[in-house]
């Protein structure tokens, strides 16, 4: 099974970028990254997801090298909103290969 | 709107009795998930099912059990040899293809009295 390793806390400041970095380094071939942003008592919320390259869609952006046994999520200008917890997900959704969920990240944004 | 509806939101369970967590997705999506939340902590899975009378344990299934009778249904149930149940759980639900990624629904919080 695909292990993830992330920074436990990061503070940022309102209008900074942010980048959130998660180390997978048995990724299998087939295997996808998969971020997602929770609020406290909410279910988690998808916020992109990526094989190799970069992904970018309105929210934020995925750079992951071309050994994959690592990702960056970035996050252009933040907001005060954007004060959540952040995981990065590894593996195959709906395969007999169980996913595994980080420990996350907490990201506090300051005024 | 198509979701996840996870009921109640809120659920108490004395001493040794067993509770019934709901998980409905209109969806439909193939496979679905249980998470156990504890504060601070990432999520854990209970069990996940990929298609219908057919799931699987994840890493922490003791003194829990699911069915999947219906494809847009995957009811948990914490019984009485869980003792510590007290926690966030959070269903899941996702088209059992690659690169889809799990939606989720808004948890039910669980306490002892």
Known sequence: LAKTTQPISMDSYEGQEVNITCSHNNIATNDYITWYQQFPSQGPRFIIQGYKTKVTNEVASLFIPADRKSSTLSLPRVSLSDTAVYYCLVGVSGSARQLTFGSGTQLTVLP | ?113
């Open chain 2, 1 to 113: 709107d198509g979701g996840i509806t996870q009921s109640p939101k809120y659920l108490f369970r004395k001493e040794g009795q067993n509770v019934t967590l709901s998980c409905e997705q209109n969806l439909n999506h193939d496979a679905m998930y249980w998470y156990r939340q504890d504060p601070g902590q990432g999520l854990r899975l209970i069990y996940y099912s990929q298609i219908v009378n057919d799931f699987q344990k994840g890493d922490i299934a003791e003194g829990y059990s699911v069915s999947r009778e219906k494809k847009e249904s995957f009811p948990l149930t914490v019984t009485s040899a869980q003792k510590n149940p007290t926690a966030f759980y959070l269903c899941a639900s996702t088209l059992a293809r690659a690169g889809q990624p799990q939606h989720f629904g808004d948890g039910t919080r669980l306490s002892i009295l």
